[in-house]
């Protein structure tokens, strides 16, 4: 007698767990991570462990007086450090540690946890420090230095004041930014893990870089005033979000045809906010607003019932 076992679906599971794909992102960003020490020494590390040992304990706590199970895996880990990589090097230890706290709490946790969530939890961190503690969020340092020496960002210098930064500075990450998102060749080995790995779809990065390059080539077109195409991929966190924030299978659509949507989408809202708005970066915002929309792309986006023949 042949027995038959009767579940809910999905039917269809995959070979990679959740842990398997969290550790991957954290092996993935051991490049960028490098890098931000390289570039911002002690205040990187410093950094970065607020923010995970954070988000760690912030998790353990809530779970805990709730009374439910301890996750086996390092999503929360994941969230800490891509909320460190987001963030500038001179913010203060206290500040970093509230983001991180509101990036598992409210980000994440009280949406029912990991699968559940709405938004990118460290994005949402981001934005809540970027609405609370403004000054602190565009206060920038040079890479190498050891004081609070402030400057401006290549996108901020290229928005208001009209000065380039040297293309090869921001490939290699010699430049002021985020803790992260500074070294474009460290974010593109990790992204190149992550692809051999298959742990990302290559539909929203593709979407969205290619956007972003199209789009900024219309502007530099019809008035160099604006910056290049190419000045656009390397600076900001185009890059990092592109690759380890819009890929979020969680807050990014099912559907296939949802995916180019998203990555198209953010794109656009990228360019108009870096050359027509009054901020000089957009990344965040694109980001944040597709994962509000992605409920809808995979409500009534058309998708193949599997076992039906097209």
Not at 87 to 104: D, E, H, Q, V
Not at 117 to 127: E, K, S
Not at 220 to 244: D, R, T
Request: aromatic share 12%; with cysteine; charged share 10%.
């Amino acid at each position: 007698m042949k027995l038959f076992t009767i579940s809910s679906p999905p039917h269809i599971f995959s070979k990679n767990t959740v842990s398997e794909i969290m550790g991957g992102v954290i092996i993935a960003l051991i490049p960028v991570i490098s890098a931000s020490i390289y570039f911002f020494g002690l205040k990187a590390v410093t950094l970065i462990i607020t923010c995970v040992g954070v988000s760690i304990a912030s998790e353990y706590l809530f779970l805990k007086l709730r009374r439910k199970k301890i996750p086996r895996e390092p999503s929360a880990i994941v969230t800490g450090l891509l909320l460190a990589l987001v963030l500038p090097p001179s913010i203060p230890l206290w500040a970093a540690a509230l983001g991180a706290a509101f990036s598992i709490l409210i980000g994440k946790q009280i949406f029912g946890g990991l699968g559940y969530n709405i938004f990118n939890p460290a994005l949402t961190g981001r934005a809540f420090l970027m609405a609370t503690y403004p000054v602190l969020m565009t206060t920038w340092i040079q890479p190498f230095t050891f004081d609070a020496v402030t400057t401006a960002t290549p996108l901020g210098l290229a928005r208001f004041y009209s000065q380039s930064t040297p293309l090869l500075h921001l490939f290699l990450g010699n430049v002021s930014g985020s803790l992260g998102e500074t070294s474009a060749l460290a974010i593109l080995i990790g992204a190149g893990y992550l692809f051999v790995k298959r742990y990302i779809d290559w539909r929203i990065p593709l979407a969205y870089l290619s956007t972003v390059f199209l789009l900024s080539g219309v502007f530099y077109l019809f008035n160099p005033h604006y910056s290049s195409p190419i000045f656009h991929l390397l600076s900001g966190g185009l890059m990092l979000g592109a690759f380890f924030m819009a890929t979020d299978p969680v807050t990014t659509p099912l559907i296939k045809s949802g995916r180019w949507i998203f990555g198209i989408g953010a794109g656009i809202i990228v360019v108009i906010i870096r050359n027509l708005g009054g901020y000089p970066e957009g990344v965040m915002f694109s980001i944040l607003f597709m994962n509000s929309i992605t409920p809808l792309l995979n409500k009534y986006l058309p998708s193949r019932v599997y076992g039906v023949t097209k």
